[in-house]
C-alpha cells in the first residue's frame, strides 16, 4: 500500500511556485516572532543574574523586527499584483475579480475565524476579559474594523490589525492594478514610483486616529514595482558575488538602522524613503537574481510557507506559555537562561503552528476544498440514509 507523504509546501492557486517569496516570507515572520520574543522576555523576565552581558548589536536588531509586517505587505503586493500585471502587460488571462474575492474568503478566512475564536474563549475563561468585551472584540476582528470601530488593536489578538490592513490592500488591488495598464514600460515605472512617493507622503503627513491602509500603501506598490521588473526583466540573469553581498548588506541596512539616525529636519520622511529602497534592493536581487540561495532551501521554504498560520498563533503561544515558563530560572547566566526561554517558546510556536496548517491552513490553500468538503458531506448522508 503506497503511503500517503506529509507534504508542509504550500499550495498555489496558479501552480507557479516562486520559492524565494516564501524564503522571504520566513525572513518577516522570524523577525516578527523574535521581535515579540524579545519583547516578552524583556519585560516579564525580573530575575537577577550574576552577569551582564552586552547585547546592544542584537537587541539594535531584534528591536526592528517589527519591520517584518512590511516586509509581510510588500510580498503582498507582488503576489496580488503579479495575475493582473501578467493580463496588462503579458495579454494574460484576464482576472476574474468574483473568483479573486472568492479566493480570498476561503483561502484566508477559515484559519482566521477558527483562530480567532478559540482566542476569544480563552481570554474569556481566563478571566482576562469579560464576555460582552470578548465578543465585541471578535465581532469587530471578524470583519476586519477593530482598529476603526475601538481605534485600537484586537483586543483578543493583538496582531490582527495588520491582516485588517491587508483586507483594504485586497479590495483595492482591481483598482490600483491599472497601473499595469500603461503599455510603455517607462511611464508604466514611472508611474508606479510616483504613485509610491505620493502614498508616502500621505502616510508622512496624515495622522489618522486609526491604522488604515493609506499609513502602509507604499508599501505594497514596491510589491508591484518588483511585479513589473519581475515580468519584463526576464531574460535568464546571472547572479554575482556583488550581488549577493548588496542583498545581504540591503536587509542588515533594513534591521539595524532606524529615524534616530535621521535627526535633521524631515529626516524621518527621508528615512522613510530610504527604506523603501532598501527593501526593493534586496527583493529585486533575491526574486528576480535570486542572489541568495538561502531563500530557496526546503526547510526555510517550509517555514516561510506557513507564515500565516505562525502569524496568527505566535503571540497568543508566547502569552499563554512564557508566563509561566518565566517563573522559572535555568540559569543564574543571563544568557544561558534567554536562551532556554526562547528555544523553548520558539519550538513549542513551530510545533502548534505545523499542526494547524497542515490540519486547517493547507487544506483550505486547495482553491476546490469548498466542493469537495460539500462532496464529501454528501456522501456521508447518502450513506447514513443507505
Given at each position: ?59 539594535k536588531i531584534l528591536k526592528h523586527g517589527d519591520l517584518g509586517v512590511p516586509l509581510f505587505f510588500v ?226 521554504t517550509n517555514i516561510g510557507g506557513m507564515c500565516y498560520s505562525i502569524y496568527l498563533l ?73
Amino acid at each position: 500500500m503506497k503511503k500517503n507523504k506529509i507534504s508542509l509546501t504550500r499550495i498555489t492557486s496558479s501552480g507557479n511556485f516562486i520559492p524565494e517569496i516564501d524564503g522571504l516570507r520566513f525572513i518577516a515572520i522570524i523577525s516578527v516572532v523574535l521581535f515579540h520574543l524579545f519583547g516578552f522576555i524583556s519585560e516579564k523576565d525580573n530575575h537577577t543574574y550574576i552577569s551582564q552581558i552586552d547585547f546592544s548589536f542584537v537587541t539594535k536588531i531584534l528591536k526592528h523586527g517589527d519591520l517584518g509586517v512590511p516586509l509581510f505587505f510588500v510580498l503582498s503586493g507582488f503576489i496580488l499584483g503579479l495575475p493582473f500585471a501578467k493580463h496588462h502587460i503579458k495579454d494574460g488571462k484576464k482576472v476574474n475579480l468574483k473568483s479573486y474575492f472568492y479566493r480570498r474568503i476561503t483561502r484566508l478566512e477559515p484559519p482566521y475565524i477558527i483562530i480567532m475564536s478559540i482566542l476569544s474563549i480563552a481570554v474569556v475563561y481566563t478571566n482576562k476579559m469579560q464576555i460582552m468585551e470578548g465578543i465585541n472584540s471578535l465581532l469587530a476582528s471578524l470583519v476586519y474594523s477593530h482598529n476603526i470601530i475601538f481605534n485600537d488593536n484586537s483586543f483578543i489578538n493583538v496582531v490582527a490589525w495588520s491582516l485588517e490592513i491587508e483586507i483594504q490592500f485586497y479590495i483595492l488591488v482591481p483598482i490600483l492594478s491599472l497601473l499595469f495598464s500603461v503599455k510603455n514600460k517607462n511611464k508604466r515605472r514611472i508611474g508606479i514610483l510616483t504613485s509610491i512617493v505620493i502614498a508616502n507622503l500621505v502616510s508622512y503627513y496624515t495622522n489618522l486616529k486609526f491604522v488604515f491602509i493609506s499609513d502602509y500603501l507604499h508599501y505594497f506598490l514596491i510589491g508591484f514595482l518588483l511585479v513589473d521588473y519581475f515580468l519584463e526583466d526576464n531574460t535568464e540573469k546571472q547572479n554575482t558575488i556583488l550581488r549577493s553581498s548588496i542583498s545581504v548588506l540591503s536587509l542588515l541596512a533594513l534591521f539595524y538602522f532606524d529615524e534616530s539616525y535621521f535627526t535633521f529636519e524631515n529626516g524621518k520622511l527621508i528615512w522613510e524613503l530610504l527604506l523603501l529602497s532598501l527593501i526593493f534592493i534586496s527583493y529585486y536581487n533575491i526574486i528576480i537574481y535570486k542572489s541568495l540561495a538561502f531563500f530557496s532551501s526546503k526547510i526555510i521554504t517550509n517555514i516561510g510557507g506557513m507564515c500565516y498560520s505562525i502569524y496568527l498563533l505566535h503571540f497568543a503561544i508566547i502569552s499563554f506559555v512564557g508566563n509561566p515558563l518565566l517563573q522559572i530560572r535555568f540559569s543564574e547566566n543571563e544568557i544561558i537562561n534567554t536562551s532556554i526561554y526562547s528555544i523553548i517558546l520558539l519550538v513549542t510556536i513551530l510545533i502548534i503552528s505545523t499542526i494547524f496548517y497542515l490540519i486547517i491552513e493547507r487544506p483550505c490553500m486547495d482553491k476546490y476544498w469548498p466542493t469537495k468538503l460539500k462532496n464529501y458531506v454528501r456522501r456521508i448522508f447518502d450513506r447514513e440514509l443507505f
